[in-house]
């Protein structure tokens, strides 16, 4: 008895294209997901210059113990200002060697938790070579709170 083949043909070839259709998507969302993280606002300007990214990003919904921050290149410091609140120094943790300042609400500090509703963050930033009084730049971005 010669050997039948378990599937039709065009089970074989619906199966493909379906398989083909869903990878196609794949790589779309994929595609879509990477282009929308840029920011059309830092890189409108020279700010995409000196920010790698923000955190959490423009117009996010967090909760109320997230960590708020900027990635900077290496050769950039700055604070953060936090609903008007600026962060004390020693409160903010500094990753220098990869320009990267954060800062996570907590009980007894500047501020211990992210209001609910819309939050604006300041980062003033500004070269490592330089100070803050002659050359800080602010980027400001809000985020959500649910």
């Known amino acids: 008895?010669?050997?039948?083949?378990?599937?039709?043909?065009r089970f074989r070839i619906v199966a493909g294209l379906v398989v083909a259709l869903a990878a196609g998507l794949?790589?779309?969302?994929y595609l879509s997901f990477q282009e929308g993280s840029e920011d059309p606002i830092l890189q409108s300007g020279?700010?995409?210059e000196f920010v790698d990214d923000l955190i959490p990003q423009r117009n996010a919904q967090v909760l109320q113990q997230?960590?708020?921050?900027?990635?900077?290149?290496p050769t950039w410091t700055g604070v953060l200002v936090i609903d008007g609140t600026e962060i004390p120094q020693d409160e903010l943790q500094v990753t220098q060697e990869i320009?990267?300042?954060q800062y996570t609400p907590n009980e007894g500090q500047a501020v211990e938790q992210l209001l609910a509703g819309t939050n604006t963050v300041n980062a003033i930033v500004w070269p490592l070579a330089e100070s803050?009084?002659?050359?800080?730049?602010?980027?400001?971005?809000?985020f959500e709170v649910v």
């Open 46 to 48: 020279d700010a995409d």
């Open 66 to 73: 997230q960590t708020v921050g900027i990635d900077l290149i």
């Open 26 to 29: 794949f790589t779309l969302a």
């Open 1 to 9: 008895m010669p050997d039948t083949p378990v599937y039709s043909l």
């Open 99 to 101: 320009g990267l300042i």
């Open 132 to 142: 803050r009084e002659t050359a800080a730049r602010t980027i400001s971005w809000t």
